[in-house]
């Protein structure tokens, strides 16, 4: 069975750098056809996709954040990451980590990040 | 503003059968497979349907997934109170170049 799971600090100042990992068990990030995303939820609000990267390295970000997304990997550790720049409070959202893109099949539990001074 | 419609409310009582309902436009669900996802409360979405009309492993098969032109829709019979949650719809547009989502469906069951 499938796990990930995101982390990385809950806070982040304004204009700084939002950064997240995902740890995926279970699978491998690397292998297979698959693609590993990135997806936001506003608090009370609904869904909103951010990008993937796929076990090849390739990368695909929403048009409306491509400017300040980062996708990576880190396959020696099973793990990808979310840099997102120049962060707003309109940032402010629970990230969840999945793998798959349309359809997302297996989805972390998600962290608040919250953006404020 | 979502690129997929939903109704934001929906609900019913035990045992009855509810549908939400997922309306599109051609260069979304007219040209790819539509997924749906169930949000329990406090929790992580869950992949319930997916390419239209396929349930994973474990989804009980209460529920079901049907797709026509540009709408699709999730149906839930024998209505449990443990399905009160929010649904979400979602797939790829050609257009936008991206994965969208409905607006969410909050399910309530009286």
């Known amino acids: 069975q499938v796990q990930l799971q995101e982390s990385g600090p809950g806070l982040v100042k304004p204009s700084q750098t939002l950064s997240l990992t995902c740890t995926v068990s279970?699978?491998?990030?690397?292998?297979?056809?698959?693609?590993w995303s990135w997806i936001r939820q506003h608090p009370g609000k609904g869904l909103e996709w951010i990008g993937y990267?796929?076990?090849?390295?390739?990368?695909y970000y929403n048009p409306s954040l491509k400017s300040r997304i980062t996708i990576s990997a880190d396959t020696s550790k099973n793990q990808f990451s979310l840099r997102l720049n120049s962060v707003t409070a309109a940032d402010t959202a629970v990230y969840y980590c999945?793998?798959?893109?349309?359809?997302?099949?297996?989805w972390g539990r998600g962290t608040l990040v919250t953006v404020s001074s | 503003q979502s690129v997929l419609t939903q109704p934001p409310s929906a609900s019913g009582t035990p045992g009855q059968r509810v549908t939400i309902s997922c309306s599109g436009s051609?260069?979304?669900?007219?040209?790819?497979?539509v997924n749906w996802y169930q949000q329990l409360p406090g929790t992580a979405p869950k992949r319930l349907i997916y390419?239209?009309?396929q349930r994973p492993s474990g989804v009980p098969d209460r529920f079901s997934g049907s797709k026509s032109g540009t709408s699709a829709s999730l149906a839930i019979s024998g209505l449990e109170s443990e399905d009160e949650a929010d649904y979400y719809c979602s797939t790829w547009d050609d257009s936008l170049n991206v994965v969208v989502f409905g607006g969410g469906t909050k399910l309530t069951v009286l």
């Open positions: 390419d239209n009309t």
């Open positions: 051609n260069s979304n669900i007219g040209r790819n497979a």
């Open positions: 279970g699978d491998s990030i690397s292998t297979g056809l698959y693609y």
């Open positions: 990267i796929s076990n090849s390295g390739h990368t």
């Open positions: 999945a793998k798959g893109y349309n359809p997302l099949d297996y």
